[in-house]
């Protein structure tokens, strides 16, 4: 009789993990508490717009190649993909703009359009963000430790200073960049990572370089596309899955978990438990543990998924808005608490780029605003209100328009629902933060120190937040419960 494994939460790491471990002696189990797989990358369907409710593009293929590959076939044979580019163009309340794009001679005429000296900039920071990403991924991301020693020493002690782990984001692209605004909008990454570009560390200016060298890819139907595929994956190799079956508890006996409890009260046992729930809600409720100290989290979102009846050509899939003040908006968000008055936003329209996700001549409108941590009483319905007039505002300032009466659907999804949907600790869209003291070796493990067969996956945990680092995360858990069993 096969060892039972249980994997609480089907999010795109517990798909991973399952994958990973699908090979093994385990029968596994997902229990899901919600009626599709995914986790915040999710799916809805409103009145024939479809959107996706997370990410809306995917990058860095080779992650999900690889997860393909070890099941015998290849993301490419799996999904239909086009690649967007440019994907993301970014915004400034002065009227000016900047465009991303992986085609380098166009990238380069558009950091030279705003400073001269920035084509060599971007050379110097291409190559540059080459070594970077190289030294991280083959060194660093997936090593399965706590020790801080061995890590650093994983990456070479000729690379540890290269990396720009002992400086800030910002300062690294300072390095290659003279222009402000090319700085800001690299640096943006950084708001999705819980911190800003002058917080974090420099080791992060991989991301847009990441997205450049591998560019960014579609669906076609869509991200959650990917889900269905990986889901169908999972069915063909056995593993089995529990939708709409919420955990109440998992049951515990001295250093040891033994099950869990569904919230029926039907008790189910198995030898091993990996939680993809969020690692502070897994600690909190779950096993109930009231010491445990939740990380820095990333600050939450307000989405809104909006029908329009009109096409938007004049967006691109991506379209990030820049307040007149980054730096403090990123301060008032993340670190006083507060909503600033002239807000950061992005826009997805991806229905410009793949029109079987909204109505003939209609266009579908995912708008997300990052937004603090406030507390369960706090009046978002009245906030989500205020908050979209400001967008229509700002749209209309560069010649966007969306009137109100154009809006003919409509959903919005506050911090607190995402919350309540998801499992999230807080609402925190993204997990844990990434600041120096919440990466690698110091980050939270993937394996519990108190009970020697529970292991944890996701965002909040090792190596990070966004779909492919949690479709590594989910490699790596699956290393520790192999191991766990030698």
């Given at each position: 009789?096969?060892?039972?494994?249980?994997?609480?939460?089907?999010?795109?790491?517990?798909?991973?993990?399952?994958?990973?471990?699908?090979?093994?002696?385990?029968?596994?189990?997902?229990?899901?508490?919600?009626?599709?797989?995914?986790?915040?990358?999710?799916?809805?369907?409103?009145?024939?717009?479809?959107?996706?409710?997370?990410?809306?593009?995917?990058?860095?293929?080779?992650?999900?190649?690889?997860?393909?590959?070890?099941?015998?076939?290849?993301?490419?044979?799996?999904?239909?993909?086009?690649?967007?580019?440019?994907?993301?163009?970014?915004?400034?309340?002065?009227?000016?703009?900047?465009?991303?794009?992986?085609?380098?001679?166009?990238?380069?005429?558009?950091?030279?359009?705003?400073?001269?000296?920035?084509?060599?900039?971007?050379?110097?920071?291409?190559?540059?963000?080459?070594?970077?990403?190289?030294?991280?991924?083959?060194?660093?991301?997936?090593?399965?430790?706590?020790?801080?020693?061995?890590?650093?020493?994983?990456?070479?002690?000729?690379?540890?200073?290269?990396?720009?782990?002992?400086?800030?984001?910002?300062?690294?692209?300072?390095?290659?960049?003279?222009?402000?605004?090319?700085?800001?909008?690299?640096?943006?990454?950084?708001?999705?990572?819980?911190?800003?570009?002058?917080?974090?560390?420099?080791?992060?200016?991989?991301?847009?370089?990441?997205?450049?060298?591998?560019?960014?890819?579609?669906?076609?139907?869509?991200?959650?596309?990917?889900?269905?595929?990986?889901?169908?994956?999972?069915?063909?190799?056995?593993?089995?899955?529990?939708?709409?079956?919420?955990?109440?508890?998992?049951?515990?006996?001295?250093?040891?978990?033994?099950?869990?409890?569904?919230?029926?009260?039907?008790?189910?046992?198995?030898?091993?438990?990996?939680?993809?729930?969020?690692?502070?809600?897994?600690?909190?409720?779950?096993?109930?543990?009231?010491?445990?100290?939740?990380?820095?989290?990333?600050?939450?979102?307000?989405?809104?998924?909006?029908?329009?009846?009109?096409?938007?050509?004049?967006?691109?899939?991506?379209?990030?808005?820049?307040?007149?003040?980054?730096?403090?908006?990123?301060?008032?968000?993340?670190?006083?608490?507060?909503?600033?008055?002239?807000?950061?936003?992005?826009?997805s329209v991806a229905s410009n780029n793949d029109p079987s996700l909204a109505p003939k001549n209609k266009s579908g409108v995912f708008v997300?605003?990052?937004?603090?941590?406030?507390?369960?009483?706090?009046?978002?319905?009245?906030?989500?209100?205020?908050?979209?007039?400001?967008?229509?505002?700002?749209?209309?300032?560069?010649?966007?328009?969306?009137?109100?009466?154009?809006?003919?659907?409509?959903e919005t999804i506050s911090p607190k629902k995402w919350k309540d949907l998801f499992g999230l600790h807080m609402g925190s869209a993204f997990?844990?933060?990434?600041?120096?003291?919440?990466?690698?070796?110091?980050?939270?493990?993937?394996?519990?120190?108190?009970?020697?067969?529970?292991?944890?996956?996701?965002?909040?945990?090792?190596?990070?937040?966004?779909?492919?680092?949690?479709?590594?995360?989910?490699?790596?858990?699956?290393?520790?419960?192999?191991?766990?069993?030698?």
């Amino acid at each position: 009789m096969k060892n039972k494994l249980f994997i609480i939460g089907g999010g795109m790491g517990g798909i991973s993990a399952g994958l990973y471990l699908s090979k093994s002696d385990y029968e596994i189990h997902i229990f899901e508490t919600n009626s599709n797989l995914g986790g915040r990358a999710n799916l809805l369907d409103l009145d024939g717009f479809i959107f996706d409710t997370g990410p809306s593009l995917l990058n860095y293929p080779w992650v999900f190649d690889n997860l393909y590959k070890f099941i015998g076939t290849s993301l490419n044979e799996e999904l239909e993909l086009q690649k967007i580019d440019p994907a993301i163009k970014y915004y400034w309340p002065d009227g000016e703009t900047f465009q991303l794009s992986s085609d380098l001679t166009k990238l380069s005429q558009e950091c030279i359009r705003l400073d001269s000296r920035d084509g060599i900039g971007l050379l110097n920071f291409l190559s540059d963000g080459r070594k970077k990403y190289s030294i991280s991924f083959d060194n660093l991301v997936t090593q399965n430790t706590q020790s801080p020693l061995k890590w650093f020493f994983s990456a070479g002690l000729k690379n540890i200073f290269k990396l720009g782990l002992f400086r800030s984001m910002e300062s690294q692209l300072k390095l290659h960049f003279k222009n402000k605004k090319i700085i800001e909008a690299f640096g943006s990454y950084a708001m999705y990572l819980g911190g800003a570009p002058h917080d974090l560390p420099g080791i992060f200016s991989i991301l847009p370089f990441g997205e450049l060298e591998y560019g960014l890819w579609l669906p076609k139907g869509g991200m959650y596309k990917l889900v269905e595929s990986l889901e169908k994956s999972l069915i063909k190799q056995g593993v089995i899955i529990h939708k709409n079956t919420k955990v109440k508890n998992i049951i515990k006996e001295k250093n040891h978990v033994k099950g869990i409890t569904l919230i029926n009260g039907k008790k189910l046992y198995c030898d091993q438990i990996i939680s993809n729930v969020d690692l502070p809600t897994t600690m909190n409720k779950l096993l109930e543990d009231k010491k445990f100290k939740s990380p820095k989290m990333t600050p939450g979102v307000i989405t809104y998924y909006l029908g329009i009846n009109k096409k938007l050509d004049n967006l691109e899939h991506h379209s990030v808005f820049f307040p007149q003040n980054t730096k403090f908006a990123y301060e008032e968000i993340m670190k006083n608490n507060n909503i600033p008055e002239d807000i950061p936003f992005y826009i997805s329209v991806a229905s410009n780029n793949d029109p079987s996700l909204a109505p003939k001549n209609k266009s579908g409108v995912f708008v997300l605003i990052p937004v603090p941590l406030k507390n369960k009483d706090y009046a978002w319905d009245k906030m989500s209100e205020h908050l979209l007039s400001k967008v229509l505002l700002r749209l209309r300032k560069h010649k966007i328009i969306i009137n109100k009466e154009d809006i003919i659907s409509k959903e919005t999804i506050s911090p607190k629902k995402w919350k309540d949907l998801f499992g999230l600790h807080m609402g925190s869209a993204f997990g844990a933060s990434h600041n120096l003291f919440q990466v690698g070796p110091f980050r939270n493990s993937n394996k519990s120190k108190k009970y020697k067969n529970l292991f944890f996956v996701g965002a909040s945990t090792t190596p990070g937040t966004g779909l492919p680092m949690c479709v590594l995360s989910g490699k790596m858990v699956a290393e520790r419960v192999l191991q766990n069993n030698e």
